[in-house]
Structures are given as C-alpha cells and as structure tokens.
C-alpha cells in the first residue's frame, strides 16, 4: 500500500549517507532537533510561473542574497508535525491536511503565496519516506518535520513578496522535555503579551517565537521550564504557552480550554484532544479562563490537573504555576490520571497502537 504522490519531485538521492554506526548513536540519543537526516525537499513559488522547481536532494545550505525579504521583515512561517513508527514496521503521518490548511492559514496572515495542500502533503510524506530509516522504531521516538517558508524576492523595501521558497527538513526526536513526561514549571509573564487582537497569534510564524524568547528568558530566571501568557487586552485571561496549548482538568471530571478567539494558535493536538475528550464522554469547555480563577481553583481543589500540549512534547503535564508573588504545586506534581489516560489515547492512535477517527492516520509505507 505505497501511497502515490501527485506532485512530480526531481529527486538526487545524496551521493554519501549519513553512516549506519553513526545513524544508530544518533537515533539511540536523538534529543530534540539535533540531528537532520540525509535529504530535503525544496519547492519554489514566482509570480509568473506559480509553484514550481519541486525538488527532492542531498540536505544543503541555502545561499541568499543580503537584501533577501526574510532577513528584514521575518516573511516566514512554518509547521510542524511527526512520521511515528507503527508496529508492523510500517510509518505514519498524523493528520497531516490539518497542518497543509493551518499552513495556507498562515501564509495568508503574513501574505504569502498558499500551497497545494497536496502539495504539501506530498513533500512531508515524500521526504519521511526517502529519510524512512531515520524513523526511530524505539519508545516515544518519532521523525520531526519541519516544513517552512520564506518570502525571497531581493529588496529592501517592504512590501509582501513575490517569490517564495518551501522546504521541508527533517529531525528524529526523542522526548521533547529533558525530564521525559515529568512535570513542567511555568512563570506567568507579566512583561510581556504573546498576541493581540489582529495580530498574528493564530498564525504559526517565526516572530511570534522571536518575540516570546525575552518571556522565555524571564521564565528561565525564575526557575521555570515555559512561559504562560496572558491576554493583551485585559492582562488576565490565560492563552497559552510559547508553542503550546494549554488544558484545565477539574474534579467534576471535565475539560477548560481558553477559546480559538484569534490570539491563539489552533493546535492540532488541542484539536485531538478535545474529539477524543468528548469521545469518552468527558465535558469540554472552549472558554476563557482567568489567572486568578486558576489561583483559587487550586486552593479550593476544584481543579486538579493542568497540562499542556503540541505536536512536539505531545501531553506534558504542568506542575507548578509562578507568578509575580507566588508559587503554586499542581496536584501531587506529576502526571495526573485524566492526563495520562488522554496522553495514551493520543498517542496509541499515532503509533499505530490503537483506531483513531477516520482519517487521522496517513499511511507512508
Ligand atoms: C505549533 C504551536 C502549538 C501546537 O500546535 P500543534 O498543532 O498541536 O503542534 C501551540 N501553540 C503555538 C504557539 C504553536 O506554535
């Protein structure tokens, strides 16, 4: 069941391979975007000729002129998603025509040209299937995508590009978090805004990562692992995490999540996680939820677990809450039972391990 790329990729395997020693070293301690495979993906986009140039080759450096739109005006955007190893040897993209429409969501936020989404699709699964023996076949090992785009017209002046680059990397990856899935601390930033209204919160682009790093710097400072942002409106509102989003389990058993209001970035797995919540029958609420409500709900015990969630770390449970004048433990601290239950469905369904929804699962080989 070798699936059929409708895109037409020129395609220069690598002349040297990584070697099979040292492949091995590197998939048996992957980290977390250390390592790249052997291969990318390149496609160009010009005005005249629309995409085109669609190429599959060795990893190589790219060579831009200085005055390259991106360097100056950060015209780029990205996705990221995973090929998981299944248990009949084969391998599987999760989901991966959310990530091609929420990439066409973002281009047309920062106005860049919008790909095929089979296009893109294509390119992903092509790459993961030529790079297929650097698909760790180990614990929670996966191959980390990274599509991305860059605006490439030569110029100074600012206006929106007219020619593009897609490319498409690939990085196998152990656990996201050093500690495994133990706890993550958090600081609640009152510094800085992650999104405003307008803005480009729901868009999955680089500036917002650039302007998060200074929050992520004070969290560091403070002892904490992420930075969890509050709204820019009102200072109170909770949104989300640099790259992540964030969920509320309460003793009653049910689900909060502040709302898709255009501030946040639309997770894929928040998305998953809220089906397969609903599927088990569990009440979820797509509402705001506010700093200080999160204060008394731990004091009173009403809520009783926190995590957040992204392709990357997949579920990581958050321990601690800090902010400017205190210090909240979560539960006992670690990985509550909701938590984990809904971090094993997840992830089964991703690994081949159990059914997901129709659709979810694309079978590379
Ligand atoms: C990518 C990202 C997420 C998580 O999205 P997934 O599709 O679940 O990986 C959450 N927040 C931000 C800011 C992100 O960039």
Not at 180 to 187: D, E, L, P, Q, R
Not at 194 to 201: D, L, N, V, W
Not at 334 to 356: M, N
Request: proline share 5%.
């Amino acid at each position: 069941m070798n699936r059929v790329s409708q895109t037409s990729f020129a395609v220069t395997p690598a002349e040297a391979l990584v070697g099979i020693n040292d492949r091995a070293a590197m998939l048996s301690q992957p980290g977390f975007g250390k390592y790249l495979t052997d291969h990318m993906v390149t496609i160009r986009y010009s005005a005249d000729k629309g995409w085109h140039d669609a190429a599959l080759t060795a990893r190589h450096d790219l060579s831009l002129n200085p005055a390259t739109m991106v360097l100056h005006y950060a015209g780029e955007i990205f996705e990221g998603l995973k090929a998981y190893r299944h248990p009949d040897g084969g391998a599987a993209l999760f989901r991966p025509d959310a990530n091609a429409r929420r990439f066409n969501a973002s281009a047309k936020r920062l106005a860049m040209a919008e790909l095929p989404e089979d296009m893109f699709v294509d390119a992903v699964a092509e790459l993961a299937i030529l790079d297929r023996e650097w698909i760790p076949s180990e614990g929670e090992g996966s191959l980390y995508l990274r599509p991305f785009m860059i605006g490439t017209e030569v110029a100074i002046g600012n206006h929106p590009s007219d020619s593009f680059l897609f490319s498409v990397i690939a990085s196998p990856v152990g656990s996201y978090f050093k500690g495994g899935v133990a706890g993550v601390s958090v600081w609640v930033s009152d510094n800085y805004t992650r999104a405003a209204p307008g803005g480009t919160g729901a868009a999955k682009c680089g500036g917002n990562y650039a302007a998060a790093l200074a929050a992520q710097a004070d969290a560091a400072r403070q002892g904490c692992e992420q930075v969890v942002f509050l709204d820019a409106v009102e200072r109170r509102w909770i949104e989300e995490l640099a790259g992540m989003n964030v969920f509320f389990v309460f003793d009653d058993g049910s689900l909060q999540t502040p709302p898709l209001t255009g501030t946040i970035l639309p997770g894929i797995t928040r998305d998953s996680l809220i089906r397969l919540a609903r599927d088990k029958g569990m009440t979820v609420r797509e509402e705001p939820y506010a700093i200080d409500q999160w204060r008394d709900d731990l004091a009173s015990g009403r809520l009783v677990e926190v995590f957040a969630c992204g392709t990357a770390a997949v579920v990581a449970p958050i321990s601690q809450i800090k902010g400017n004048g205190f210090d909240l433990t979560i539960g006992d601290g670690g990985l509550g039972p909701v938590t984990a239950d809904l971090r094993k469905t997840l992830t089964d369904i991703q690994f081949g391990r159990a059914e997901g929804p129709e659709g979810w699962v694309h079978r590379l080989f």
